[in-house]
């Protein structure tokens, strides 16, 4: 069986599609963190973490559209993300949004 142009590309595709709904679900679990804290440390949250992170989970969605419309391919739909478990306050929930980055760098 011959792994085809079309078959990478699908694969490079969905790559980004689950890059990027990890990152959808990091910030869930930043909105999650934010409720928990103090006003002057909530927005430190969102300047230094939330921001950054939802520029480049709409850079990451707008990518996969591009990549998708250029080949022909299907374009994924990016649903909001919901935590997937609840965790112990602000620290456990900036804890899982971490991880949930590194699981998009992978």
């Not at 990027?20 to 869930?28: H, P, S, T, V």
């Not at 250029?70 to 993300?81: D, K, S, T, V």
């Not at 609840?86 to 699981?103: D, L, N, P």
């Amino acid at each position: 069986m011959s792994y085809t142009e079309a078959d990478a590309r699908q694969q490079l595709l969905n790559a980004l599609g689950d890059a990027a709904d990890e990152l959808g679900l990091a910030l869930a679990y930043l909105g999650e963190a934010y409720e928990h804290l103090d006003d002057h440390t909530a927005e430190r949250l969102e300047e230094q973490l939330f921001r950054p992170l939802q520029a480049a989970y709409g850079r990451a969605r707008r990518t996969h559209s591009a990549f998708a419309a250029r080949y022909g391919l299907p374009a994924r739909r990016f649903e909001p993300q919901s935590v997937r478990v609840a965790s112990h306050g602000a620290k456990g929930q900036v804890e899982a949004a971490i991880a949930a980055v590194r699981e998009a760098e992978g």
